[in-house]
């Protein structure tokens, strides 16, 4: 993958900034763009299909006449997979993200080919603060993987937990 830490490398974790931001910075409608891309080959796509997802049409242009593709595509994972690791460097990780409470509306709108490059954005859509811990907020955001057209191609929705901005004050209470 160009421009992004291939899944089999030793890929140095994404460092949250100093301060993340909290909760209480983030706002519904608040949009996040990665500022890398990742451009898919086929030996990767062949490599991801092999371990993850080995479909004949993830494995080589050989697909017989019931594949629905005209030659190797990407597994839909694959894209997810490289779209979640542009979208923890441009959101999760300069969060103060707490984790997941799950992932929701999962699609993919075209299948991804060699040669294919994808950006990602992210976007808060709905917050609500927690009514069980004052620490923390739930805050759900779409991520979108893109064309160099802007057009989608995958995008799903992420339901998770943000530390607030008042938590010591809140816990000293």
Do not use: K
């Not at 811990?133 to 995958?154: F, H, L, M, N, Q």
């Amino acid at each position: 993958m160009t421009n992004a830490d291939p899944p089999d490398s030793d890929a140095t974790p994404i460092s949250p900034p100093d301060e993340p931001l909290t909760y209480d910075d983030l706002s519904v409608g608040d949009r996040f763009e990665a500022d890398q891309t990742v451009a898919f080959t086929r030996e990767e796509i062949v490599d991801f299909a092999t371990a993850y997802d080995p479909q004949p049409f993830h494995l080589g242009d050989e697909a017989d006449d019931a594949s629905p593709f005209e030659g190797l595509v990407a597994s839909g994972l694959h894209s997810y997979c490289a779209c979640n690791r542009l979208a923890t460097a441009a959101f999760f990780a300069r969060v103060a993200f707490l984790g997941g409470r799950g992932v929701d509306d999962l699609r993919w709108f075209r299948p991804v080919e060699p040669g294919d490059t994808l950006s990602v954005d992210v976007e808060v859509v709905a917050m609500r603060p927690s009514d069980s811990d004052p620490r923390r907020g739930y805050v759900d955001v779409d991520v979108t993987g893109r064309d160099p057209a802007g057009e989608p191609v995958v995008s799903w929705r992420v339901l998770g937990l943000i530390r607030r901005g008042d938590a010591d004050a809140d816990a000293a209470e």
